[in-house]
């Protein structure tokens, strides 16, 4: 179906301009279905199911409000039916009229009313305007707690159960998941199969039934408020060649997922897992499908690329946010940080190893390991992602959450949830450096809260020295004690009331220390009264 094809329309597929809406060919439907802002509106139709719909038929609609008009690409669902999918970016009616090359499918028209989302629909994740943090749409601050699940949506029904019900109690808001199969448990394939090869299938034909299992996969994190970070392409598939096509089946195969999936408004765009191992592209095939979902999307999706050992130039005004793959730079925060003013945008280091006991070198770090990195990249003020891969442990249980999903057995979720927590007490959007090219190892806002993690240092006390920036002297703080490990909050006992100490900080003079445990994994959070 060339929904894949550009018309040659006033308004470009996928941006939003103000303009005349065209005058329906047919009278307005009279029923007008409501939905909220930010949800799903599908408008179904019957077409021609003859020949190869996914290349003959042209099909999408344009969405007015009265003040803009929105054009959405429509897609073939199989068996003659045709569908649109547009999320409402504001409230109020929004009429519709398709276009099409064909006329059973041109020119239907109709309405639907957006109204207010309910209690837990805050809108998909934006970068916020100072460009280092996230948001939904409606302001509620997202602070990112990924991890990373590659081949769950192929399982079965029953594991695909199993790991909405592991992340349903967990802080994970996020999960990044691959569209072609990586360890599929189901022989089920995103292209029609034309024989029995391994590349006997066809690249102009696409496999509804793949695609609509896919998405059910989509809508259940929805559910759940956890974000679809959508791996696009990925390099463990050389037998079947599924990231390997040209430059025209790419298109094709971008734009039916961009007309499949990016009205579900927790979708976001991975163009690639470990970009750089797939040889059969170039860089300049990189920069051509990033350019094309930035272009191509009506809904605007937030959208990145993820690298194996070449960094992407996420300068690149398609990226949104860096995706990086790198397990030293959140050893401390002073390299993690150092991304984060290159790029000048929000940073997260998607792969930083993975929680496990297996023999290889990136599947087999501890708990503390883990949750360290989690803790050096907050105090950059970037974010951090997780995974484990388990080997089967004696009661049976399947350890391979990296690769299928199902259950967990790491130690760092519950010591990940409570880093949540503290992100979520803290300033919204996130919290920033503070003086950070010396030797601070504190982030925060400046006169108001600051952050300080020490990670497997085990100090005994601590200057309790604020950098100057913010402060002028009679500020008061309360100051508590965090153990990032057991997860226990001590108050140290009274208010500091800091002054000028030299020309770089403040400090109380009557209290200039703290006295700490001693211990590993300590945080020290101070909070202005």
Known sequence: MSFTRRAAFTLPVGLYATAAFAAPKKPVTPATPALERWGLHEISLKGPDTGNPFLDVDLSADFTDGAEVVRVPGFYDGDGNYCIRFSPPKTGTWRWVTRSNIKALDGQTGQAEALAPSKNNHGPVKVTLDGYHFTYADGTPFRQIGTTCYAWAQQSDARCAQTIQTLTGSPYNKLRMCVFPNVAAEPIHPFVQTGTGDRDWDGTRFNPAYFRRFESRVKSLLDIGVEADIIIFHPYDEKRGFSDQNRVHDERYLRYLIARLSAFRNVWWSAANEYDDIKTKSMADWDHILELLHSEDPHHRLRSIHNIKVLYDNNKPWITHASVQNGTAVLDDRTAETYRSVWKKPVIFDEVCYEGDIAL?????????????????????????????????????????????????????????FLKKVMEDGPAPGIDPIDKWWERHIAGKEGRYYLRYFGDQAPAEWAVDLPRNGLKGGEQFRVEVLDTWNMTVTPVEGVFTVQKKDNYNFHDPARPTITLPGNKWMAVRITRV
Not at 392 to 404: E, F, I, R, V
């Open 361 to 417: 070198r990136w599947g087999n770090l501890s708990g503390q390991e883990m949750v360290m990195r989690f803790w050096h990249g907050h105090i950059a003020g970037t974010y951090v992602g997780h995974s484990e891969t388990y080997t089967p442990n004696k009661s049976g249980a399947d350890g391979s959450w990296l690769g299928k999903g199902g259950t967990m057995l790491g130690t760092s979720t519950p010591r990940l949830a």
